[in-house]
């Protein structure tokens, strides 16, 4: 208590805790199979105003090449991402760790090696999977399942750090066209 306050008789109250944990969320969002469409998902983040956050994004391959998902039009609280002049300080996994805490990160996603998520505009390299549009301008990011030499790989994606608002939003866009679409899941790294 400070000199000030000891004179006055009062005494501040602490700010109260907040009502989240530190650390990767449960899944906030999960989708999964082909829809060949640009799909726009809203994800009710309220329970995490103030927090300082990174926007996690995991997603398992289906069983061959044809699980190109896209990523596209990426809001985090008024913080839009398009990929239209680079990577956006985003960061993706270069091994294959089933955990976050597993995963080795780069913030390249230029090339198109597995498992990572890249940049690409006008189709993704393989045929019968990835849209040939974004959902914002040309540019988008898409996991490349067809370097990656097995069925069920895990590609991680994260944001850069963001403090939320007291009244924080969140959506993004998804394509998932390709018979062997996997399951993509949301998180938030609640980092303080």
Request: without cysteine.
């Amino acid at each position: 208590m400070s000199n000030l306050a000891m004179m006055m008789g009062t005494v501040s109250n602490p700010l109260p805790a907040p009502a989240y944990t530190l650390g990767l969320t449960a899944s906030l969002d999960s989708v999964s199979g082909n829809n060949a469409v640009w799909e726009q998902r809203t994800i009710d983040i309220s329970a995490y105003a103030t927090a300082t956050v990174r926007l996690v994004f995991y997603y398992v391959s289906g069983t061959s090449y044809t699980g190109d998902i896209q990523l596209d039009a990426i809001n985090i609280d008024g913080n839009f991402h398009s990929f239209e002049t680079g990577y956006d300080n985003y960061e993706t996994s270069t091994n294959e760790s089933s955990t976050y805490a597993g995963v080795t990160w780069t913030n390249s996603l230029q090339t198109a090696a597995s498992p990572k998520f890249a940049r690409d505009y006008a189709g993704t390299p393989s045929s019968g999977t990835g849209l040939t549009s974004a959902a914002d301008g040309i540019w988008y990011l898409f996991a490349e399942t067809s370097s990656s030499g097995s069925p069920n790989t895990p590609f991680w994606l994260k944001s850069p750090e963001v403090t939320l608002g007291s009244a924080p939003t969140l959506t993004y866009y998804n394509a998932r066209y390709g018979a062997t679409i996997g399951t993509l899941n949301v998180y938030l790294d609640v980092i303080s």
